[in-house]
Protein backbone atom coordinates (compact mmCIF):
# COMPACT_ATOMS: atom_id res chain seq x y z
CA UNK A 1 0.00 0.00 0.00
CA UNK A 2 1.46 3.61 -0.99
CA UNK A 3 2.14 5.58 1.73
CA UNK A 4 3.05 8.97 1.84
CA UNK A 5 3.29 10.86 5.38
CA UNK A 6 4.77 14.84 5.45
CA UNK A 7 6.37 16.36 8.38
CA UNK A 8 8.02 19.40 9.40
CA UNK A 9 5.35 22.16 9.18
CA UNK A 10 5.03 24.58 11.77
CA UNK A 11 4.70 28.29 12.59
CA UNK A 12 7.35 30.66 11.53
CA UNK A 13 7.75 34.11 10.97
CA UNK A 14 8.40 36.46 7.57
CA UNK A 15 11.49 35.65 6.30
CA UNK A 16 12.17 32.59 8.34
CA UNK A 17 13.09 28.59 6.96
CA UNK A 18 11.40 25.95 7.14
CA UNK A 19 12.01 22.10 6.20
CA UNK A 20 9.27 19.80 4.76
CA UNK A 21 9.98 16.15 4.90
CA UNK A 22 8.21 13.31 3.29
CA UNK A 23 8.52 9.19 3.98
CA UNK A 24 7.30 7.40 1.11
CA UNK A 25 6.19 3.40 1.81
CA UNK A 26 4.94 1.30 -0.33
CA UNK A 27 6.14 1.62 -3.73
CA UNK A 28 9.89 1.64 -4.99
CA UNK A 29 10.57 5.69 -4.54
CA UNK A 30 13.67 5.64 -6.97
CA UNK A 31 11.65 4.99 -9.85
CA UNK A 32 8.84 8.00 -9.65
CA UNK A 33 9.07 11.12 -10.07
CA UNK A 34 7.88 13.32 -6.61
CA UNK A 35 6.05 16.92 -6.27
CA UNK A 36 5.16 19.21 -3.56
CA UNK A 37 1.50 20.74 -3.65
CA UNK A 38 -0.12 23.20 -1.51
CA UNK A 39 -3.34 24.63 -1.08
CA UNK A 40 -3.71 27.87 0.94
CA UNK A 41 -6.69 28.67 2.95
CA UNK A 42 -9.69 29.50 0.84
CA UNK A 43 -7.92 28.66 -2.51
CA UNK A 44 -7.25 25.92 -4.75
CA UNK A 45 -4.41 23.03 -4.72
CA UNK A 46 -1.08 24.78 -6.22
CA UNK A 47 1.78 22.75 -7.84
CA UNK A 48 5.05 23.85 -6.19
CA UNK A 49 7.89 21.84 -7.04
CA UNK A 50 8.51 18.34 -9.01
CA UNK A 51 11.72 16.53 -8.88
CA UNK A 52 12.24 13.87 -11.18
CA UNK A 53 13.31 10.49 -10.98
CA UNK A 54 16.78 9.01 -12.23
CA UNK A 55 20.22 10.14 -12.17
CA UNK A 56 19.53 13.49 -13.29
CA UNK A 57 17.19 14.24 -10.56
CA UNK A 58 15.82 17.45 -12.57
CA UNK A 59 13.92 19.93 -10.62
CA UNK A 60 11.45 21.99 -11.41
CA UNK A 61 9.76 25.14 -9.40
CA UNK A 62 6.23 27.08 -9.48
CA UNK A 63 7.13 30.96 -10.11
CA UNK A 64 5.93 31.69 -6.71
CA UNK A 65 8.56 29.59 -5.12
CA UNK A 66 11.25 29.76 -7.58
CA UNK A 67 14.89 31.01 -6.01
CA UNK A 68 13.99 30.53 -2.62
CA UNK A 69 12.10 26.79 -2.03
CA UNK A 70 14.39 23.86 -2.82
CA UNK A 71 13.34 20.21 -3.15
CA UNK A 72 15.21 17.12 -3.11
CA UNK A 73 15.39 13.36 -2.67
CA UNK A 74 17.23 10.66 -0.51
CA UNK A 75 16.31 7.63 -2.35
CA UNK A 76 17.97 5.75 -0.30
CA UNK A 77 15.82 7.17 2.89
CA UNK A 78 12.73 6.93 1.05
CA UNK A 79 12.51 10.35 1.79
CA UNK A 80 11.55 13.78 -0.44
CA UNK A 81 12.55 17.36 1.21
CA UNK A 82 11.71 20.90 0.41
CA UNK A 83 13.79 23.55 2.15
CA UNK A 84 11.96 26.55 2.23
CA UNK A 85 13.91 30.17 2.63
CA UNK A 86 12.24 33.69 2.77
CA UNK A 87 9.23 32.59 3.76
CA UNK A 88 5.83 35.13 2.93
CA UNK A 89 2.78 34.98 4.24
CA UNK A 90 1.19 34.01 1.05
CA UNK A 91 2.98 30.94 1.55
CA UNK A 92 0.78 29.81 4.38
CA UNK A 93 -0.74 26.75 3.27
CA UNK A 94 -1.03 22.47 3.91
CA UNK A 95 1.46 21.32 1.79
CA UNK A 96 1.48 17.82 0.21
CA UNK A 97 3.54 15.32 -0.79
CA UNK A 98 2.62 13.66 -3.96
CA UNK A 99 3.83 10.53 -5.94
CA UNK A 100 3.64 10.69 -9.82
CA UNK A 101 3.10 7.37 -12.32
CA UNK A 102 6.24 7.85 -13.52
CA UNK A 103 9.52 8.61 -13.86
CA UNK A 104 8.72 12.61 -14.99
CA UNK A 105 7.22 15.35 -13.09
CA UNK A 106 4.57 15.39 -15.87
CA UNK A 107 3.20 12.48 -15.50
CA UNK A 108 0.55 13.12 -13.31
CA UNK A 109 0.71 12.45 -9.70
CA UNK A 110 -1.76 9.44 -8.55
CA UNK A 111 -1.09 9.54 -4.53
CA UNK A 112 -0.93 12.11 -1.78
CA UNK A 113 -0.21 12.18 1.49
CA UNK A 114 -2.19 13.90 4.22
CA UNK A 115 -0.36 17.16 4.14
CA UNK A 116 0.99 19.50 6.91
CA UNK A 117 0.50 22.94 7.35
CA UNK A 118 3.01 25.97 6.75
CA UNK A 119 1.70 29.28 8.87
CA UNK A 120 3.89 32.09 8.06
CA UNK A 121 3.00 35.15 10.09
CA UNK A 122 4.57 38.24 11.49
Known amino acids: EVQLVESGGGLVHIGGSLTLSCAAFGFTFSTYAMSWVRQAPGKGLEWVSGINSGGGRSTSYADSVKGRFTISRDNAKNTLSLQMNSLKPEDTAVYYC??????????????WGKGTLVTVSS
Open 98 to 111: AKTQGDLIWLGMDY
